[in-house]
């Protein structure tokens, strides 16, 4: 009787063991295909990971015009940062590598702590960006071309 108690217990922890070993070979294999290729950017820790004040003036600004596609859907399109609707006038910020666009505040502040794409999770800043500077960038002021 007490050699079965034994063995029982032996079993459990060897299986528990596996457990964990399998655990730690999936998570160990999703973090290296999440990071290993350089589009995803690390947070946390070592601090100093957001973008400078010179890296976000070189992402191009427009200002917010009303777009027919929004107007025939009856569905305003909103800023995934601060989820507030764009209204006519605003100052927005395009990221180049994703073509996503937010309020130029709500995305600076979000790209000073960590430099990626709040939707698709895209890095911000890259050798891309080099080529805008602010109004100068040839962004057309129409926001229908990143709606589609």
Known sequence: MVMEIVVSLVLLFVGIAVLIVIHVCIVGRAFRRAYGNGAMVQRGGSGGLGMSQDELKKLPCFEYKT??????????????????????????????????????????????????????????????????????????????????
């Open 67 to 148: 777009v027919a596609l929004e107007k025939a859907s009856n569905s305003p399109v909103d800023c995934a940062v601060c989820l507030e609707n764009f209204r006519k006038g605003d100052k927005c910020r395009l990221l180049p590598n994703c073509k996503h666009f937010f309020h130029s505040q709500c995305i600076d502040s979000w790209l000073l702590k960590t430099p990626i794409c709040p939707i698709c999770r895209t890095c911000a800043s890259s050798p891309k960006i080099s080529t805008f500077s602010g109004q100068e960038s040839g962004i057309s002021t129409d926001v229908g071309a990143e709606l589609t």
